[in-house]
């Protein structure tokens, strides 16, 4: 008989103590956190999606562009020693490359963009004409150790390079010291650019001083332009219609202007600032160097507006926080009213907000993240509060209760278009929220339950 009751009183005990409710509702937001975590994983995998949506597109159409040179190349020979295959000393004559940049380097580039939608996804591509021109000056041969013997500047060549050849839309002619060429893809291994273009000049004839040169590129990429400054003077113009560009790479622009109409985004660089000389010999490779690529290289990103996938993931990760302030508000409901809820309507509810961020992720790629966040919040306030309302059959009650969730939503909604501020207004309000919670855990009667 006392077993008995001593087993009732450990039942009663586990239906009414304060504690154990608790203790349940911690683990069940730890256990909460597992399906969360499955849901940031789908929405990363949907991010990747349109990565490789984007990447496919950009594939048919042409990928991001970075204009790389002019540069002037010009052969020599070089007269050289070396073993034979008899192991004898032997001589030989041998054909290297005199590399010159230009002195003055100026481009105009002029985009005109457009949206292209592949299923749900949509990529930035454009078209542009880029206009290149410029000078060299002749190469000091003094420096160099060379004698203007050794050179051959009848074979003497110009040559450029775009990320992308895919994207050219018309053959370009290099007009270079009052001659003009039909550029041609590189195939020589020495050359200053694994892809690029080149036209042959003929130096022959042409008397010491600058040699002007002037080119234009019609083509089209995707997402991205960007310019390698090989001048030791090099000024850069860029302008298109797209209102949400970003300026990228080492350097950002001297002056820009951003409005609703597009943007207009002006460089000027000194080769004090890029890691090449402004002539060398033999050295191929040195312009095929991407890490001093990456440097020195800038240029101008076109963003989508909006990017679904990265507020979701910034949402999802306050999950926990919202599942657990929830269930605290739910829980200070239970005890000021003295009615109990049961543990598996707390999982209802937990499972209901778990959903929220797979209704806003599939929302937002069809309808943009603020009109889908707004529709998930809604919708998950109504359910959650119609299911309070017939739980605690107390129709004020249940509104509060969706009111306090409309807020929690509301703070999470703000933090994400804040991004400066975001750490500062979410300290303050979970400061806020903790001196309410303190409040009004005064109600709770801890000894008697």
């Known amino acids: 008989m006392e077993q008995i009751e001593e087993k009732k009183g450990f039942m009663h005990w586990l239906k009414e103590s304060v504690t154990v409710k608790l203790a349940f509702i911690g683990i069940l937001t730890v256990v909460l956190l597992i399906p969360s975590s499955l849901v940031e994983s789908l929405i990363n995998e949907r991010a990747s999606r349109q990565d490789v949506m984007m990447q496919d597109v950009a594939d048919k159409w042409s990928g991001s562009q970075e204009i790389k040179g002019p540069v002037l190349v010009i052969p020599y020979k070089k007269h050289v020693k070396y073993v034979n295959d008899k192991q004898q000393d032997a001589e030989k004559d041998v054909i290297e490359n005199l590399y010159v940049l230009p002195d003055n380097l100026h481009i105009k580039a002029d985009l005109k963009t457009q949206i292209l939608h592949r299923g749900i996804f949509n990529v930035a591509v454009y078209n542009t004409i880029v206009k290149v021109s410029g000078n060299f000056t002749q190469a000091d041969l003094n420096k160099l150790n060379l004698q203007p013997n050794q050179l051959i500047p009848e074979k003497a060549r110009v040559a450029f390079s775009i990320s992308d050849l895919k994207g050219l839309k018309t053959n370009p002619i290099i007009n270079a010291a009052d001659q003009s060429g039909q550029a041609e893809p590189i195939f020589d291994e020495q050359s200053p650019f694994v892809t690029g273009l080149q036209a042959n000049i003929n130096l022959s004839a042409v008397k010491p001083g600058e040699i002007p040169f002037d080119f234009s590129l019609d083509l089209k990429g995707s997402q991205e332009l960007s310019f390698l400054p090989l001048g030791k003077t090099t000024d850069v113009e860029a302008k ?194 903790i001196g309410m919670l303190m409040y009004f855990s005064r109600r709770i009667n801890w000894d008697k339950q």
């Open 240 to 433: 298109g219609d797209w209102a949400s560009p970003s300026f990228d790479g080492r350097y950002l622009p001297d002056t820009r202007n951003v409005d609703s109409k597009g943007f207009l985004a002006k460089w000027k660089m000194l080769y004090y600032n890029r890691p090449y000389p402004q002539q060398w010999l033999g050295n191929d490779t040195l312009l095929s160097n991407e890490k001093k690529e990456a440097d020195v290289s800038f240029g101008v990103k076109l963003l989508l507006p909006v990017d679904q996938y990265q507020k979701t993931t910034r949402t999802s990760k306050y999950s926990l926080l919202i599942i657990m302030l929830t269930f605290i508000s739910l829980f200070l409901t239970e005890i000021i009213r003295k009615q109990k809820i049961h543990p598996f309507n707390y999982l209802l509810i937990g499972a209901a907000m778990i959903i929220y961020y797979s209704l806003l992720l599939s929302f937002s790629e069809q309808i943009g993240f603020n009109p889908a966040y707004l529709l998930a919040s809604v919708a998950t306030v109504v359910l959650i509060t119609t299911f309070i309302g017939s739980l605690l059959k107390n129709r004020n009650a249940a509104l509060l209760f969706g009111f306090i969730l409309s807020v929690f939503y509301t703070f999470i909604f703000v933090i994400i278009q804040l991004e400066d501020f975001a750490l500062m207004m979410g300290s303050v309000a979970l400061f806020i929220i």
